[in-house]
């Protein structure tokens, strides 16, 4: 399929193919915000993604779950632009993405956070997140300023404008970093193991503020080892394993399947850890759970 570019996307790689008017499956939701067309990525030998093709649609909520090595960030890196696949194509609202850099898909409106959170630690955090608001939202002035404060305000951080980044906890860190990728005003938000190393409390906060950011119409994929925080919180679960997505629906019935059984390590998996809240008590830890630890 030729690539026509558009007037105002020249350089951008953001072409003017139209995605095929593909629904999400099961959802009614048609067309898809997000979708990936057979794309293929390899590393040498090792494959992360093996004629994938995946679609997502508004205000949707995914969550994303699978053994270390899976693929899952290097999808990330697929949709975001980080990372070039070696076939397939990928569309973001209705256009081609599939060349276009990470700079470019940021303005389509594709934000992601990273699973290790690096802001610029001599900023405060007020500056992080303006850095993002001007940078990646476009925005300027009281504008930005006002933008600034409101996801501060969103994402639990107003006490902490004034701190330098580099003494913030790991909690704040983490918020830190979802603020950072929503100041980049994105219709599509990737969160990528954000739950990661937090405590039980501190894990149904983060799941809150996640909640709340779905509830405002923007599309979420959460990849995540804590099982439980995306339990409780996604509508569909996908689980990755070689680059192949092996389970794809409700987070019960994918949680059940044999084949994603087998990549927990046989752990059962099981309906509970949906009903398990994460605010009264602990829920029952994954094989997934007990490696990130």
């Known amino acids: 399929m030729p690539d026509s570019v558009t007037a105002g996307q020249a350089g951008t790689g953001v072409t003017g193919v139209v995605a095929p008017a593909t629904g999400v499956a099961g959802t009614g939701v048609s067309p898809a915000l997000l979708e990936l067309d057979a794309v293929c990525k390899s590393f040498g030998k090792v494959v992360v993604a093996d004629n994938l093709s995946l679609a997502v649609g508004e205000a949707e909520l995914v969550g994303i779950v699978g053994p270390n090595g899976a693929g899952k960030s290097s999808l990330f890196g697929l949709i975001a632009g980080d990372l070039a696949p070696s076939s397939g194509h990928i569309f973001f609202a209705g256009k081609g993405v599939t060349k276009a850099d990470a700079a470019a898909r940021c303005r389509l409106g594709i934000g992601r956070t990273f699973q290790v959170p ?167 830890a994954s094989a997934a759970d007990r490696e990130q630890a």
């Open 118 to 284: 690096k802001p610029f630690g001599a900023m405060t955090v007020f500056e992080n997140v303006l850095v993002a608001v001007q940078q990646g939202g476009g925005l300027r002035g009281r504008a930005s300023y006002a933008a600034a404060v409101e996801v501060l305000e969103r994402t639990g951080l107003a006490a902490d404008v004034n701190l330098p980044a580099e003494r913030l906890g790991l909690l704040s860190r983490k918020r830190l970093e979802v603020a950072r990728a929503l100041a980049t005003r994105p219709r599509l938000l990737l969160l990528d193991e954000v739950a990661g190393g937090l405590t039980d409390p501190e894990v149904a906060q983060l799941a809150d503020i996640v909640r709340a950011i779905s509830a405002e119409g923007i599309a979420i994929i959460w990849i995540e080892h804590v099982v439980h925080a995306l339990t409780a919180t996604v509508s569909r679960l996908l689980c990755l394993s070689g680059g192949l997505i092996i389970g794809d629906g409700e987070p019960e019935t994918v949680l059940a399947m044999p084949a994603v059984r087998e990549v927990f390590l046989g752990t059962e998996v099981t309906a509970e850890l949906r009903a398990a809240d994460p605010v009264t008590g602990p829920a029952p």
